[in-house]
């Protein structure tokens, strides 16, 4: 493993930081990096049990796959905690460092441990999808933020539609230091409504979120760092059977296909 410049910046700040927002691009290989640093930290004893949080396609094959990818990551112990409750209770009794769920079972998971939660150490992998302060997911790991040493969040996409998406990400970072302890806050200092209801940042809000969390995320585009080649075009013309060829005309028409 050769990390580019970018890359060893951003292992830095997770191996310095306890709470620390990745926002990089597709492509500028956030997995790797957080094993790396999560590797790292896990043989210094600073972190002592892992989870990552993750949709689940992801939790299920790209972290362990990603492992396997790497000399200096294949030592990983993993355990998937997935499948049915009986399932998931087999895999967190599992000798391992690293634990994988998929967010749609952070629920359970709170529920099940509550005040005795275990893992010192979080990853939440596509964090945008706690963008929502009133989502259960987002509620359930707040009640155990407390118990958490070191979080990592790690997202492309931080704020799909606004600046608004912001706050309920950096919370479970930070809690609440930066961006206020509460969603209606934020609002009421950042926004305004407007006559058709919706929440337009005030003037000079963006810089001023910018700078509230500037040391607690590291935003990265690929166009910034990666080297591509040009792009080349190639048109393929598929010719269709009459049957697709009339349900593509009905898609065209309505912009919806059963």
Same mark, same amino acid.
């Given at each position: ?13 997770l191996?310095?930081?306890?709470a620390?927002g990745l926002?990089?691009d597709?492509g ?5 990096v957080t ?8 043989s210094?004893?600073v972190a ?10 992801v939790?299920?094959y790209v ?7 790497? #000399?200096h990551?294949?030592? =990983?112990?993993? %355990? ?5 409750p009986?399932?998931? *209770? +087999?895999?967190?009794h599992r000798?391992?460092e690293?634990?994988l769920?998929?967010?749609?079972n952070i629920v359970?998971l ?5 005040r ?9 992998d596509?964090l ?14 707040r009640?155990v933020r ?6 990592v969040?790690l997202?492309?996409?931080?704020a ?5 998406d ?7 970072? #930070?809690?609440?230091?930066? =961006?206020?302890? %509460?969603?209606t806050g934020?609002l009421?200092?950042?926004? *305004? +409504? ?8 005030r ?14 995320c ?8 990666l080297?591509m ?6 048109t393929h013309?598929?010719?269709?059977s009459?049957?697709?060829m ?9 912009m919806?296909?059963?």
């Amino acid at each position: 493993f050769d990390p580019h410049d970018y890359q060893v910046h951003a292992i830095d700040r997770l191996m310095r930081n306890s709470a620390q927002g990745l926002f990089l691009d597709v492509g500028l290989g956030k997995t790797a990096v957080t094993l790396t640093a999560t590797s790292d930290l896990l043989s210094l004893g600073v972190a002592r049990k892992v989870l990552v949080i993750a949709p689940l396609r992801v939790a299920r094959y790209v972290w362990t796959d990603e492992a396997e990818k790497w #000399d200096h990551l294949r030592h =990983l112990r993993f %355990s998937r905690v997935m499948g049915s409750p009986e399932d998931r *209770v +087999r895999a967190l009794h599992r000798d391992a460092e690293i634990y994988l769920i998929n967010r749609d079972n952070i629920v359970w998971l709170a529920r099940h441990f509550r005040r005795n939660w275990p893992f010192d150490y979080v990853v939440i992998d596509e964090l945008s999808a706690f963008r929502s302060p009133s989502a259960k997911r987002f509620r359930a790991l707040r009640a155990v933020r407390p118990y958490i040493d070191r979080i990592v969040g790690l997202t492309a996409t931080p704020a799909p539609n606004g600046l608004i998406d912001l706050w309920g990400q950096v919370y479970l970072l #930070d809690g609440g230091e930066r =961006l206020g302890k %509460s969603f209606t806050g934020y609002l009421n200092r950042y926004f *305004v +409504r407007t006559e058709s209801g919706i929440w337009a940042p005030r003037p000079g809000a963006e810089e001023s979120i910018y700078r509230s969390i500037d040391d607690l995320c590291v935003s990265m585009r690929a166009s910034d760092w990666l080297k591509m080649p040009d792009l080349i075009n190639r048109t393929h013309y598929v010719p269709l059977s009459n049957e697709a060829m009339s349900a593509y005309r009905n898609l065209e028409d309505e912009m919806l296909l059963p």
